[in-house]
Structures are given as structure tokens and as C-alpha cells.
């Protein structure tokens, strides 16, 4: 089943206390608490960079729907690399959030199994290695990965490459 990519309208502008960024979705409400504020245009937000969720008054505004995931996944194209066990094989990151992947490829990889993932992006020539993911659903030709252990050095580049895609949306 696609995924529908996020529209302009669900990138919040309400910057993240954390890393200062303005690339959040509108996160479910949790707890009548969150009912309450939600009341009071106080909404929860999930930061789409850096994973910080956090509540901001978005006075006036009342929202029809909020995103189903806590992290959009973004349409893009980037040839990556697999490794698991002692098999290797490629394919295609088709969509990225900064917590998980869609990734293209014949290979039979099981579910549940753990991976490493190495991709570049064509534009800006960066390359991340996901140290290790799991593959946590799989259909014909695709399967669904989360990503479990990414260093810091790679989980910056990983952040810089779905800015990009989300400028990018932003901008379309
Ligand atoms: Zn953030």
C-alpha cells in the first residue's frame, strides 16, 4: 500500500525547542490531558529532524486530521546497499523519514531480520550508513524497515537528507 506523502499544509511552521527547526507534523493526542490542551489550541507535534516530540499553541487553529505516523515518509530514489548475515544485495530507498525506510528489492530477506543499510543521495552526494535496521514488514518487491542504530555522525547526515526531501516538498 503507498504511503500518501504529507501536503505543504501538514509541515507545521512551530519550531522544535530541541534543534530549533521547523519541520514538524501534528502528532496524535495522548491522554485527556492532551485532550484538554488540544481544547485550548495546544497541540502535540513530532519534530521530523530530530524525533523531539513537544506541545505548542497553534492559537486558532482546528486540524480535520492529524498524520497517522509519527514519521512521514518521504518519496525519494537512492540506490542502497544490504547487508545481513553473511549475504549482501542493493536496492532502492523509495521512501525515507528519519526513523525508517522503504527500500525496493527482490532480495528475500525475512521479517524480523536485522540489516545494514548504506545509501547516497544523488543531489548532495551524501552518504548514510544505518548501522542496523530491522525489517519490519515485507511485500512483493518491498519491504519496510525501521532503523534501530544509526551513530551520530550519520543520523546528522540522515537529518540533512530528509530536510532536503522536505524543502523540496515544501517548495513543490
Ligand atoms: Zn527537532
Known amino acids: 500500500m503507498p504511503t500518501t506523502p504529507p501536503s505543504t499544509a501538514e509541515i507545521e511552521a512551530v519550531p522544535c525547542p530541541r534543534c530549533r527547526r521547523a519541520f514538524a507534523v501534528r502528532a496524535a493526542r495522548e491522554g485527556m490531558l492532551e485532550r484538554l490542551l488540544s ?37 525519494t530514489q537512492m540506490p542502497v546497499k544490504l547487508i545481513w548475515g553473511d549475504q549482501e544485495g542493493s536496492g532502492l530507498v523509495s521512501e525515507l523519514s528519519i526513523a525508517g525506510a522503504t527500500v525496493e528489492t527482490d532480495q528475500p530477506i525475512p521479517v524480523g531480520q536485522a540489516v545494514q543499510l548504506s545509501f547516497r543521495s544523488s543531489g548532495e552526494d551524501v552518504e548514510v550508513t544505518v548501522d542496523v535496521s530491522m525489517i519490519r514488514s515485507r511485500r512483493a518487491g518491498e519491504v519496510g524497515v525501521e532503523f534501530t542504530e544509526v551513530s551520530r555522525e550519520h543520523e546528522e547526515r ?11 516538498m515544501k517548495q513543490a
Open 39 to 75: 481544547l485550548a489550541y495546544v497541540y502535540p507535534f513530532r519534530c521530523q529532524l530530530c524525533r523531539h516530540r513537544y506541545r505548542a499553541l497553534r492559537w486558532g487553529v482546528r486540524y480535520q486530521r492529524h498524520s497517522r505516523r509519527q514519521f512521514e515518509r518521504l518519496p
Open 158 to 168: 540522515l537529518a540533512q537528507l530528509v530536510r532536503d526531501l522536505l524543502e523540496r
